[in-house]
């Protein structure tokens, strides 16, 4: 083919191509079938066709149906439907999360911190408020939710998994010495246990980890007795990924403060079923993440008092991070700069903004009180299944259980069991992979986990199913 005829060819494709993207067929819409906690926040809003928005943006969600407010994850199984339950590894994202990300990026896509154009405003307005118009930014949200002092005790990191390791690199490096002791638990998501293992190895310091008593709850009296004037850091989860119970958090951070230990809550799993209060918690570190609070991926949070955040040290070198830099030597921007070195993840920082208006809206307590009520039945129907064992006992339940079954010794294969019948679960160890042996789980557990929205009636469905397969 000559190139004269090629290049015909190839617009002439292209034409197509766009005309076909242009007068796509709206898809029908779905009707809403969420429980409704808060009716003005979940509403049904169908399949999305491929179109340009009042923006001009060309955007195709229709592989993605929107339902009660949360976008929901993944398609049917053979033709059948199929129930997301797995919002322990990663929580529907809230619509309001979406639609804050495309706004930023169709029409204020620009760098923060960075420009004295409308767009780079408006960027660094949706990152971190403008005070002066009553704004609150994505930082002043968490800080808000939190009920920190300030917003700039909140650092913005990839994940909780970053935030800790930023912790261990920077505060542990600096305050942890040869001799010293740090407190974790068995329950630890492995994020919480690596970096202040590769620390400790590091430091020729050691790790203690408390258990879990009779009740399966963290044992206080290992605590006690484990304190000591050379425990430098207590670090505890606020709810297990794996048991789904909640943690004494007051009880332990007082018996931490006696000692003069700093403490480090792990609130990855409560952001978003539980009330998490940094006074009330009297912690002085903690960590979330964006994807388990019904926002984006690649986005979490530190919080720090911020008198402890000025005395630690940068953690990696680049712009923003700076004051001032020659050739010889540089100075350090105060927190939470010091800490966010680069561009930063503005789109997901502005989602997980946007889903903290939900939670607000919501209101933690209520969260809270859905979360029990879940948690409970599910732990009160599960407990009548024979051959079906619970990792952990009822008290403080939220809507989250792992449990093992005699007749699959493979908890993979028990999950495609249970996917057959239409919902989806968690198989393994959840990242926690110490805590199963400790419980005598050696090849893992399966592991559900529900959301607001969710009502009785899908526990009820969910636990029919485990019996008809472990009976």
């Known amino acids: 083919m000559a190139d004269g005829q090629w290049g015909a060819s190839l617009r002439k494709t292209l034409a197509l191509f766009s005309f076909h993207l242009l007068s796509a067929s709206a898809f029908p819409r779905a009707q809403s079938k969420c429980g409704h906690v808060a009716p003005q926040l979940f509403r049904g809003r169908g399949f999305v066709n491929l179109r340009r928005d009042g923006q001009g943006v060309l955007r195709d969600t229709r592989h993605f149906p929107k339902r009660g407010g949360l976008r929901a994850i993944g398609k049917g199984v053979q033709e059948k439907p ?21 706004h930023y990026f169709a029409t204020d896509n620009a760098n923060v911190h960075r420009g004295a154009h409308a767009l780079a405003a408006r960027a660094t307005e949706g990152y971190e408020g403008a005070r002066a118009k009553g704004y609150a930014g994505a930082r002043a949200k968490i800080a808000q939710l939190i009920n920190a002092n300030e917003p700039q005790e909140v650092v913005f990191t990839r994940s909780a998994t970053e935030a800790i390791n930023l912790l261990a690199s920077t505060w542990g490096d600096k305050n942890i010495n040869e001799g010293d002791e740090i407190i974790l638990s068995v329950q630890e998501h492995h994020s919480n246990i690596l970096p202040w293992q590769h620390l400790a190895r ?8 408390i258990g879990l008593n009779r009740d399966y709850e963290y044992d206080l009296n290992q605590l006690r007795e484990a304190l000591s004037e050379k425990t430098k850091l207590v670090g505890i989860c606020h709810a297990s990924n794996v048991l789904g119970t909640l943690n004494p958090i007051p009880e332990i951070t007082s018996m931490a403060r006696e000692f003069g230990a700093v403490t480090l809550i792990d609130a990855a799993q409560t952001m978003s079923r539980s009330v998490v209060d940094v006074k009330s918690l ?12 019904m926002g984006p991926m690649g986005i979490g949070f530190l919080w720090g008092e911020y008198k402890l955040l000025e005395e630690m040290p940068p953690w990696q070198g680049g712009g923003e991070m700076i004051d ?34 939900v939670l607000v809206e919501i209101g933690p307590e209520n969260v809270l009180e859905k979360e029990r009520e879940l948690g409970c039945r599910l732990f009160e129907r599960l407990s009548t299944i024979p051959n079906l064992h619970i990792l952990g006992g009822p008290k403080g339940r939220l809507g989250v259980c792992s449990f093992t079954c005699d007749k699959f010794s493979d908890p993979n294969k028990f999950a495609e069991k249970i996917l057959m019948k239409g919902f989806r679960v968690a198989s393994g160890f959840h990242e926690a992979e110490p805590l199963h042996p400790y419980l005598g789980a050696t090849q893992g557990s399966v592991r559900v986990s529900f959301k607001i929205g969710d009502r009785p009636e899908d526990v009820d469905a969910f636990v029919d199913a485990i019996r008809n397969l472990c009976e």
């Open 282 to 293: 009297g912690c002085d570190f903690l960590v979330g993440s964006g994807h388990k609070m």
């Open 82 to 102: 199929i129930k997301y339950l797995d919002h322990a590894t990663t929580y529907e994202i809230a619509e309001k999360a979406l639609d804050a990300m495309d």
């Open 202 to 209: 590091r430091k020729k310091a050691k790790i203690t980890y």
């Open 324 to 357: 001032e830099v020659f050739l010889e030597r540089s100075t350090y921007a105060l927190p939470p700069g010091r800490f966010e070195a680069g561009t930063p993840a503005i789109a997901e920082s502005i989602g997980i903004g946007a889903a903290v208006d």
